[in-house]
């Protein structure tokens, strides 16, 4: 029997806008294991990012449970809420929000920063293998600016490996991105949890869930399906059977 | 938490900004620069003005004929006669608390050698009129009694004079000069004193004695003028109560009715100069305070703006785990820095501002060491408090707020 991760019960959550309240997410039981690679997918506005942002402990749900490694979040004070992520969550962002005139390295090393147990030399060490892991090793000293969509989301990827969390949770990770540049950052994330790493994915696009080992539908603030995926694309293969990059002609 | 690694932190976060850094540490250096150095200016020139006065004499006070203001209305006082020798007799029997007396009378005229010829004040005094004003002899030597006595034709001429009228070849002690047709036989040098707090040259004077001024030159039986020493700075109050003590008494004066003299000190006049000057440090010191509270708006301005900006980094910042403290400890650290350094380098810009002005207007460089505290500890509480207060509440904020504030 997997270890459970993530376990959420009658989870809610409500916005209130003036006079409107906006029910995004309505009552959503559901569980993450150990060694899982879920997609959290849905038409826009169906309360995916809501529902990652309560379980990166970014945002609090109005109502129900979320057990994150057996340990109940509404009993965490903003402190421990911060020591979570510290050592036991890495967020990807779609909009990667790395640190402007910040190197590679540094942008990697940050959660370090704030783990005091953390040397500065195991410090650096640490953020260099991220680096590797993701491919971008050459590339430390590297301002944001001078690399590429992709490459900036593999930095962020660094980021959320460098403390190894217990999971790792990407939202729209690769909504930026072309179709190859996609592909190489989920052969990525396919490598990683072959080595692993649970790993749950927020994505609107259907090719890109069926990288994964199960997708969870939302729907208004419900989980409408949970299915494994069964033909699950593998990355690498794909990549291999993409055309070759051609002028295109008019 | 790690204060090293915040540090660290903080250090990197003011690197990435250099700009905005530079920005906030000018309003420190302006603020602070502006205050040392206004401040400095103003107490210079005060304590260069109280230096000047008491240049002017010993405990110098000084009796003059009749009431110089009347129902507010300034009277001239040349032609008020009532001060005679008598009442310098008097004086210098009766009173005790001062040391040394001389009567005083002038006027102008023209000095003339060979060629030469110099408009200046000659002044009818005794010995003791040296000492009372500081001037001091280069050369020769002063009146005797004697030569007072019997209204001798002598005179003691200052550094202008010479200057003028003998030029640098001549020794002018022996020799004889005409003062308004009169023949003065030069018997004493004054050594150089330079100009006054209002800018009077106190070289361009001729001393002859009173007795010979009075008749041979004006014709006259009063006196113009009684100069005198306290015995000392604190008796000063004192011996001028008994100066017009004795002084009424000689004139006859009941009680009720006006002087017809008027007694003033050296020590009056260093307070009013001081109130003046004070006055002056005042309003040097206000254009400090503005450009002080212009620098902390600046400050202000940037750290408020940053924060906004930084609001972003800063729910990065809790996202990967740092908590609210962290955050506050990161702006505060920032703050402190810049305050640091901003204050140090406005610190060394206004003591080279002041000892530069200083030096220009020829004043006495002083380091005010409270004007330096003060203003270093308002622009540090301006910079820290609005670093740390805008942190403060974007990082009381959720994470993922922080992160999609706009
Ligand atoms: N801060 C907020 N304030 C008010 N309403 C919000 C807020 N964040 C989200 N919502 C609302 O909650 C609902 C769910 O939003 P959410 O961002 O979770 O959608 P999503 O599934 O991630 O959509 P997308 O695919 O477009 O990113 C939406 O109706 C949205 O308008
Ligand atoms: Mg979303």
């Known amino acids: 029997m997997q270890k459970t991760i993530i376990e959420v019960k009658d989870l809610k959550k409500d916005y209130h806008v003036g006079e409107v309240t906006v029910h995004a997410l309505r009552k959503i039981n559901m569980q993450i294991k150990e060694g899982d690679f879920a997609a959290i997918m849905g038409t826009s506005g169906s309360g995916k990012s809501t529902m990652l942002n309560i379980l990166g402990c970014l945002d609090k749900p109005t109502d129900g449970t979320y057990l994150l490694d057996g340990v109940n979040m509404a009993e965490m004070n903003k402190k421990q809420l911060a020591q979570l992520r510290n050592t036991k969550l890495g967020f990807i962002f779609q909009s990667y929000n790395l640190l402007p005139r910040t190197t590679a390295l540094e942008n990697v090393e940050l959660p370090l920063y704030y783990n005091s147990k953390v040397k500065s030399k195991e410090r650096r060490e640490r953020a260099m293998h991220a680096l590797e892991q993701v491919g971008l090793a050459d590339r430390y000293h590297h301002m944001p600016n001078q690399l590429s969509g992709g490459q ?70 419900l989980i409408k399906t949970e299915m494994t995926v069964d033909k699950r694309h593998n990355a690498t293969q794909l990549i291999a059977e993409l055309p070759v990059e051609t002028d295109i002609d008019f | 938490m790690n204060y090293i690694n915040l540090t660290k932190i903080a250090i990197n976060a003011l690197n990435r ?152 070849e001549v020794d002018p002690v022996g020799q004889t000069i005409r003062y308004s047709g009169i023949p003065l036989k030069v018997i004493g040098v004054l050594k150089e004193k330079g100009q006054n707090g209002m800018g009077m040259d106190q070289d361009d004077l001729i001393l002859a004695p009173y007795t010979s001024v009075q008749r041979r030159l004006l014709a006259i039986t009063h006196i113009q003028a009684i100069y005198a020493s306290a015995i000392s700075e604190d008796s000063s109050d004192a011996a001028i109560e008994e100066i017009e003590t004795i002084i009424r008494s000689q004139h006859k004066l009941k009680d009720g009715t006006d002087d017809d003299f008027e007694v003033r000190s050296q020590a009056e006049m260093v307070s009013m100069f001081t109130s003046v000057s004070n006055n002056m440090t005042m309003l040097l010191g206000a254009i400090a305070g503005i450009s002080l509270l212009v620098g902390g708006i600046g400050i202000m301005n940037i750290m408020f703006v940053s924060v906004t900006e930084r609001t972003k980094e800063i729910g990065l910042r809790m996202s990967v785990g740092g908590c609210g403290t962290d955050i506050l400890m990161q702006f505060l650290i920032e703050a402190v820095i810049l305050s640091i350094i901003g204050g140090i380098i406005g610190i060394l810009f206004g003591l080279l501002v002041s000892a530069l002005a200083t030096n220009v207007l020829s004043l006495p460089f002083i380091i005010m060491e409270n004007a330096i505290l003060l203003s270093f500890l308002v622009c540090s509480a301006i910079g820290v408090f609005f670093g740390w207060y805008p942190a403060r509440k974007a990082a009381n904020l959720n994470p993922i707020d922080a992160i999609r504030h706009e």
């Open chain 1, 152 to 221: 900036q989301q593999r930095v962020a990827i660094a980021r959320s490996l460098v403390n190894d969390p217990v999971i790792i949770l990407a939202d729209e990770a690769t909504g930026n991105l072309d179709t190859r540049t996609s592909y190489e950052i989920m052969e990525l994330f396919q490598k990683l949890n072959d080595d692993g790493k649970t790993i749950a994915f927020v994505t609107h696009e259907e090719d890109i869930a069926r990288f994964m080992k199960r997708n969870i539908v939302f729907r208004d603030g």
């Open chain 2, 17 to 168: 900004n250099k700009f905005r850094a530079v920005l906030t540490m000018l309003g420190i250096i302006i603020g602070v620069g502006s205050v040392i150095g206004m401040l400095s200016i103003g107490e210079g020139s005060k304590q260069s003005i109280q230096s000047e006065i008491s240049q002017m004499g010993s405990n110098m006070i000084f009796a003059m004929p009749g009431s110089m203001r009347r129902g507010g209305v300034m009277m001239g006082n040349s032609n008020a006669k009532s001060l005679t020798l008598k009442d310098v007799a008097a004086l210098r029997k009766q009173a005790r608390n001062l040391s040394m007396i001389s009567p005083q009378v002038s006027t102008s005229g023209q000095a003339i050698r060979g060629n030469k010829n110099w408009p200046t004040t000659i002044y009818g005094v005794n010995g003791e009129y040296l000492d009372i004003r500081k001037y001091e002899l280069e050369d020769g030597r002063i009146f005797t009694e004697q030569e007072i006595n019997s209204l001798s034709k002598v005179c003691i001429v200052g550094q202008t004079v010479v200057e003028n009228i003998f030029g640098t």
